[in-house]
């Protein structure tokens, strides 16, 4: 089972800021944001995986919350858009069989740390890295200085050593966050799914909306994304799934400002749960984004958008994954 810690100021916590246990012990470590934990990603921490199997080390994924873009570009008039918050990153690196995933809370004073204070006090000191895998383009420290050469010159005089994952292509296409982010926001989710290795993943709490749905037979659970920066795709009718009680749960899934009834000014998350009944105000779920039905429109009346809600219940119900 993975274990979570979160390191802030030389503490290290649970992510409730319980205390917890965490020992420096030999790893096998890589570093990095990991937005999206797209398939690039997953090819890093692979190799990762296999070198700590292959060293007997324990697995660990160091990564940033919040993203760092977030603290260092925190003036830019446009906020990162991020692809995956933090529950839902410790469920894609749970699945991907690593030991512990070791989350940097990224303020302005770690801003201005260096790399060599990062390998050194971090890497070294705190986890235990004997083994590092990082991707060929990645950097790290004060202004990004920290690359895998600097990882490199301190390997030789540490004793810890560096591997280096080249470029991963899709159909000679590189794989980036921000190639993701533009395909969500066109709507693309199936291309993007084929570039994350998994289905995009929207999570947050179920909290009470105005039961417009309810009224037209189709009642719907809203969620409430834990962070406001959370990349949503393009307004319109999805097809997703979800996990409620240890049972999957086919859902139509709308995103989008409500044009028929009772617009609103910022995007909201309604999904209408297939073969399901039940209460879940407050519960957490995280639905499975496997294909977009079509645009969000305003229709003419309610008895008209209830018409087109049947139809697309009915293309949810025959999608195959």
């Known amino acids: 089972m993975m274990q979570t810690v979160v390191y802030h100021n030389g503490r290290i916590s649970a992510p409730d800021g319980s205390d917890t246990v965490f020992e420096a012990q030999p790893s096998a470590v890589t570093v990095g944001s990991y937005d999206g934990v797209h398939a690039g990603h997953r090819r890093i921490i692979g190799r990762m995986i296999d070198a700590a199997k292959r060293e007997h080390l324990r697995s660990v994924v160091v990564t940033f919350e919040p993203h760092p873009r ?130 995009y993943m929207i999570s947050g709490r179920v909290v009470h909306g105005a039961a417009l749905g309810r009224k037209l037979g189709f009642p719907t659970v809203n969620i409430q994304p834990a962070n406001p920066d959370k990349l949503l795709p393009r307004r319109g009718v999805y097809v997703a799934e979800t996990e409620i009680n240890g049972a999957r749960v086919r859902a139509m899934m709308n995103i989008g400002n409500r044009p028929t009834l009772n617009e609103v000014s910022q995007p909201v998350i309604e999904a209408h749960l297939l073969d399901y009944e039940g209460v ?42």
């Open 70 to 199: 977030q603290v260092v570009d925190s003036g830019n008039a446009l906020p990162v858009r991020l692809l995956t918050l933090l529950p839902e990153k410790q469920r894609l690196m749970a699945s991907l069989g690593i030991d512990c995933l070791f989350v940097v809370r990224f303020d302005r004073e770690f801003s201005l740390r260096s790399s060599e204070w990062f390998i050194r006090h971090v890497l070294e000191e705190i986890v235990g890295a004997r083994t590092i895998v990082i991707g060929y383009d990645h950097g790290f420290g004060r202004d990004r200085n920290g690359s895998s050469e600097t990882l490199r010159d301190f390997a030789g005089r540490d004793g810890f050593h560096v591997e280096v994952v080249d470029e991963v292509r899709l159909d000679d296409e590189h794989f980036s966050s921000t190639r993701i982010r533009k395909l969500l926001a066109d709507g693309r989710v199936a291309e993007a799914n084929r570039f994350l290795g998994s289905p």
């Open 280 to 321: 879940l105000y407050g519960r957490e779920l995280f639905f499975s984004v496997l294909s977009r039905v079509r645009d969000e429109k305003k229709f003419a009346s309610p008895e008209e958008l209830q018409t087109q809600l049947q139809k697309d219940k009915k293309m949810v119900e025959l999608f195959q994954k």
